[in-house]
């Protein structure tokens, strides 16, 4: 076997896998790209007009679009840069300003060919997470960074895929602290935004913008986007970008549908203003949970995303599922015109029905999420606390498998002189937050606070604690489950007519559930 030549660094990075094997030959609706879902007539008059011209054996030439693209933006032929898709864009901004060993700051999660191309030049990608159930964009942990004199700054406005819109005055907050920063701004869906950073370039010379005629404009089959920089930048970045990367087949559709701009903005604001909510007040009456979104998709997150994503694509519609971190579980909806959005929520209506029982996971808490002493102690204060292995991979995943999440502990004793409530209650609070902070959520806590010999109606095995939310919560018994590590949540378990699934004792929950994600509960 010949060894392998590559670079180090190119060697350990990861290929992107583009899941787009298939689509063109698929016959329903490809929601799940973020293109256009209509073409532009323009588009194809003007990809005519290239076959009639018979070029196809000459060079291309930019000039003309990079100042028919200029007028549009609002800014000198000079300050722009025609690309092969934004793609490229991204790749020359950062072998142009970054080295091996410098630092780039991207928010996560976000569009993946960031710290694809990133790390070409073998740069150190310091990930910031956005913050929250929300997935705000985490503003101060960006200007603290600036004191590490990182050499890019990425922000994705809106983000893909979670659509989060980022103020102008925070660009400027950024822009005007990184002095010796580039703060690169993708603006892949402006056009349906309405947002753009292009007018702080004059003030900040230090911002790079980033658009692209994939989107609204629907030419992502001809790669073409553009820069927006002071001159001066884009005379660097012309050095790193071949002298004939766009090719004049995007050209001329590039050109045609610049001089067709009312028809793209119709398109662009039926998407944002009859269409985005017509589907957003049908998640929001169905209860399906999503993020609001300045782009033509929505990141929605249904109890069953697997499940979802298969029915739905089995009856005609593409949608994108999403594991990044933070955003487990999740799939991304394109949207398109209203008509198709109504095809959308029939087909969705017709293949997730709405009645379907929710799914839970009953949970043990001690000895199966956090260490148990094994009776030599209680743990009723804070510094006891000791959440297992594999629990927060183990709690993620059943929640991105749409599993609600309960816990049920006996706590023996609680409220006596030897285990203050107190006590207990810090380190509870500790384990919920501490879990909260890694996204994960129980929708309730159930506590025996009796001794044995009380003989409660509460204490597991009986199910006494859980009798009200039974009453009211219907359950799919058939995939909910108990999991516990003692012969107690077993009869617990059968007590509610749920299957047991047992924990190892302070063992690993992740590979006790392993079961349940694989389907063989």
């Not at 934004?86 to 569009?111: H, L």
């Not at 009453?471 to 509610?496: K, P």
């Amino acid at each position: 076997m010949k060894k392998n030549t590559a670079l180090p660094r190119i060697q350990m990075m990861t290929p992107y896998s583009s899941p787009s094997s298939g689509r063109f030959e698929y016959e329903g609706m490809r929601l799940d790209f973020n293109e256009r879902t209509v073409p532009l007539e323009s588009a194809i008059r003007g990809l005519e007009a290239f076959v009639r011209d018979q070029k196809l054996q000459l060079y291309p030439e930019y000039f003309d679009l990079e100042k028919r693209t200029a007028s549009y933006v609002g800014v000198s032929p000079e300050e722009i840069m025609l690309t092969n898709g934004t793609d490229q864009a991204i790749d020359v901004i950062f072998r142009t300003f970054a080295d091996k060993d410098d630092s780039v700051v991207i928010p996560e999660p976000t569009f993946a060919m960031y710290s694809q191309y990133a790390g070409v030049p073998g740069t150190n990608i310091v990930s910031i997470p956005y913050r929250g159930e929300k997935l705000e964009f985490p503003l101060e942990e960006m200007l603290e960074c600036v004191a590490a004199r990182p050499k890019v700054m990425v922000i994705c406005n809106p983000n893909n895929p979670t659509g989060n819109l980022v103020s102008l005055e925070d660009i400027e907050r950024i822009a005007k602290r990184a002095t010796d920063t580039i703060v690169y701004v993708d603006e892949a869906y402006f056009e349906f935004s309405g947002r753009t950073a292009v007018g702080l370039i004059k003030k900040y010379p230090n911002i790079i913008v980033t658009r692209t005629f994939s989107k609204a404009f629907g030419l992502a089959g001809l790669r073409v986007g553009y820069v927006v920089a002071r001159q001066e930048y884009i005379n660097e970045m012309q050095k790193v970008r071949g002298p004939f990367d766009v090719n004049e087949a995007a050209y001329y559709a590039a050109s045609a549908v610049l001089a067709d701009l009312d028809t793209m903005r119709r398109y662009a604001r039926e998407v944002m203003t009859e269409a985005k909510p017509f589907v957003e007040d049908f998640f929001t009456r169905i209860g399906v949970k999503f993020y609001a979104s300045a782009g033509n998709f929505i990141l929605f997150r249904p109890d069953n995303p697997t499940e979802v994503a298969a029915a739905l694509k089995s009856s005609g519609v593409l949608v994108r599922p999403q594991n990044k971190p933070g955003i487990e579980g999740s799939l991304r909806l394109t949207i398109g015109t209203l008509v198709q959005m109504k095809d959308f929520v029939k087909i969705y209506e017709r293949v997730v029905p709405a009645d379907v029982l929710p799914k839970y996971a009953f949970l043990d808490r001690d000895g199966t999420l956090i260490f148990e002493p094994q009776d030599t102690y209680q743990v009723d204060s804070p510094d006891k606390l000791r959440v297992l292995d594999g629990v927060v991979e183990g709690l993620r995943a059943l929640e991105v498998r749409g599993y609600k999440l309960v816990m049920v502990s006996n706590q023996d004793g609680l409220g006596t002189p030897a285990f203050a409530v107190s006590g207990f209650n810090a380190a509870q609070r500790l384990l919920l937050e501490n879990l909260a902070g890694a996204g994960i959520s129980f929708e309730k806590v159930f506590i025996c606070p009796h001794l044995p010999e009380a003989a409660c109606v509460c204490r597991k095995p009986r199910t006494g604690m859980l009798k009200d939310f039974l009453r009211g919560a219907e359950i799919d018994r058939e995939r909910s489950f108990v999991c516990g590590d003692r012969r107690s949540d077993a009869d617990f378990a059968r007590n509610l007519g749920l299957p047991y699934v047992k924990a190892r004792t302070n063992g690993n929950l992740a590979e006790a559930v392993r079961p349940v994600l694989e389907g063989r509960l």
